[in-house]
């Protein structure tokens, strides 16, 4: 009986043990995700075994028609982006957000009451979302502006813009039992080696952003 016993405790173990090809993953972001050398690749490559959608779009925000286009509007799309997570993966366990630099563009900073209500939206749409078993969602932080000398004018006062958001992503992520990665304070006193122009990372700044990640998933399943 004893090492029946112990065979169902192994067992069990196993089961609960997050094993190498078990987690299907929705990414939903904007360019730095969707870049061929973006930090999706790079987690693709410290999560080999799961399987992947993303979704990641350039130019993607939480919840403004950027460029004019409704493509570019999250809100407006993420019930059909998470229609197609289900087809496309059959399951879905993780939700990963990083959205939120486009959101911060000159162009919209006269509407920035309404960003966090945009996120809350999204969030609420996912909750209520008929999985079968409802997956885990993270919310990420974007990565920093640089100095505007450095930034397109279209990105100017974009790290004030994003510095006053992130306080209402994280409070809006623990109302909602979201884990928050602050990614952005976690690499800005490193962020001038890790971009090409201010906004976009670079193929190391992208491999430490995905490493980051990768170790907040473990440490939030």
Known sequence: MKKIGLFLIIILAIQCTERPGNNHLLIIGDSNGAAKDGWV????????????????????????????????????NIASYLERGKDSLERVDKILIWLGTNDCKTVFKDNQDVVINNLDTILSIIDA??????PRVYLIAPTPFAPDSLLSEKYHGGEERLSRLIPQMAETAQRRDVPFLNLHDSILAEYPQMHKDGVHLNEYGAAKAAKIINTFIHENK
Do not use: C, H, V, W
């Not at 399987?51 to 286009?69: C, E, R, V, Y």
């Not at 979302?129 to 409802?134: D, E, N, R, V």
């Open 129 to 134: 979302y008929p999985f079968k078993k409802k």
């Open 41 to 76: 690749t790079e987690l693709m490559k410290l999560r080999a075994y799961d399987l992947f959608l993303n979704l990641s779009i350039a130019g993607n925000t939480i919840g403004f028609d950027n460029l004019d286009k409704d493509t570019l509007n999250t809100k407006k």
